[in-house]
């Protein structure tokens, strides 16, 4: 992407005020964006973006500049912008060590680029999928298809002698149905990824996802409010994973750790979670949407187990932040593109799978919520307080799924909430999503089996 003699000048001139390491981040990436909306296609877009990103350290000091001109003159004006912004720089000057390029092995068969796939192909799938939504049920009013694909090809090389590529394919399509009586509207959604090429839009299961979001969006038509109070809460698989995410994946990421801005800080050996949670961040899982081969920084990813039998057991960790930490890194910095600077970030991160059957758990429920399909939400890594809504909701009554209920709203702290898990399932599902943070948004993955929380706030219809 860049010559090797090339980089390495960059790299020494962005140490030649007293840096001691530097790195360099090559990105091209291709991107294509299709939305068919009203039966008929209302967006086909299709891009290239280039850039350089170029960062220097000293100590515990980091700055990052980033260029899209790729000539010899704009990346040395880049690297001496970045090396003048250095404070406090060390006498004399770090010398880089020869670059040496390493083999990545990749974890991902792609069988057919994204690029090598027609529009014309891509839109019938696209319409199937409609077809599948608008013909439901009459009271499904709208359907929006989503499918984007990206090829982004990647070079990192650092003053410590990495020279590293690496090619990432991935491949989304999202579902979004919309039911109407007349007077109320309810959405439902879909939206299943992986790191694959048109083979993963051509082989979808779109008679299970399409109708999917349908039944959703129809079922919440016609639910009653959500009760209020405090009930134990059971939260099926997939993408159910993502308050965990949320509310104690990010506190387990050290970009929150070594700033003492998270509740999981200084607590490795300790219990943090139920003895029936093993929490894992694992960004090898074969063309799962989250996976990677090498992160950011050009380091080999890997399977890191965080919490293990509700021992807390590491944390994510990047390279500036290993600095800060005294640890090494843990394969897990992640940036959106050469124009953000990279910072520890989950992949694929997964509550592993207990012993108990779906069938357990909900029949050894008196009374509780069954939060089949989680929303968004929003939580304070600092303190782990979580707020989040879920798209499909059941009363569960003597052990049995009862009517649905809609608007319910799941509030509480990670950190308490992990230690109140009573039962794990079987049944470990991943769900794909995006995930936005100080290095941008980025393809994650979020998973677990179902799970009953013995107590949760959940907010609805006041009794």
């Not at 990346?75 to 390029?101: C, D, E, F, V, W």
């Not at 068969?109 to 608008?134: C, F, G, T």
């Not at 839009?201 to 409010?225: C, F, G, Q, V, W």
């Amino acid at each position: 992407m860049l010559n090797k003699a090339l980089i390495e000048d960059v790299l020494q001139v962005a140490l030649e005020t007293g840096g001691d390491f530097s790195e360099v981040f090559v990105e091209d990436r291709y991107t294509n964006t299709m939305v068919l909306q009203n039966s008929r296609l209302e967006k086909n877009l299709s891009g290239r973006d280039f850039g350089v990103g170029i960062r220097v350290f000293n100590g515990l000091q980091s700055v990052y500049a980033y260029t899209n001109d790729s000539s010899k003159e704009g990346l040395l004006r880049a690297a001496r912008t970045a090396s003048k912004a250095i404070q406090g720089a060390k006498n004399g000057k770090t010398t880089i060590i020869p670059l040496m390029k390493e083999t990545v092995s990749n974890l991902h068969h792609i069988k057919i680029m994204p690029n090598e796939a027609r529009k014309s192909q891509k839109l019938s799938v696209m319409q199937k999928a409609n077809d599948i939504i608008r013909n439901y049920d009459p009271e499904i009013v709208q359907a929006i298809i989503r499918l984007i694909d990206e090829e982004q090809n990647v070079l990192i090389a650092n003053s410590e002698g990495k020279f590293v590529e690496d090619q990432r394919v991935r491949s989304r399509m999202a579902m979004v149905s919309i039911a109407s009586d007349g007077i109320d509207m309810q959405t439902g959604f879909y939206g299943p990824g992986a790191y694959q090429g048109f083979e993963f839009i051509e082989n979808l299961n779109l008679d299970h996802y399409a109708k999917e979001s349908a039944r959703i969006a129809k079922t919440m038509l016609h639910a009653d409010p959500a009760p209020s109070g405090k009930f134990p809460v059971i939260i099926d698989n997939e993408f159910g994973g993502v308050i965990f995410h949320e509310a104690c994946g990010h506190g387990l990421e050290a970009e929150a750790v070594a700033k003492n801005a998270s509740v999981f800080a200084n607590k490795v050996g300790e219990k943090v979670a139920s003895d029936l949670v093993t929490y894992i961040d694992d960004g090898t899982i074969e063309n799962e949407w989250g996976s990677i081969n090498i992160d950011d920084e050009g380091e080999k990813s890997r399977k890191n187990v965080l919490i293990e039998n509700g021992i807390l057991k590491g944390y994510m960790i990047d390279k500036l932040n290993g600095r800060r930490m005294g640890m090494d890194s843990t394969g897990s910095s992640r940036r959106e593109s050469y124009r953000f600077a990279p910072t520890s970030r989950m992949t694929n991160t997964y509550i592993a799978p207990g012993k108990s059957t779906p069938e357990e758990i909900i029949g050894d429920t008196e009374y509780g919520i069954y939060a089949k399909y989680m929303g968004g939400g929003s939580v304070n890594p600092g303190t782990g307080d979580f707020n989040f809504a879920v798209d499909e909701a059941y009363l569960v009554k003597n052990g049995k799924i009862e009517k649905p209920i809609r608007g319910a709203t799941l509030i509480g702290n990670g950190a308490k909430t992990i230690l109140n898990i009573d039962r794990v399932g079987n049944n470990l599902g991943h769900g794909a999503g995006m995930c936005g943070a100080s290095s941008g948004s980025l393809p994650v993955n979020v998973g677990q089996p179902m799970v009953r929380v013995s107590e949760i706030t959940v907010g609805g219809k006041e009794a």
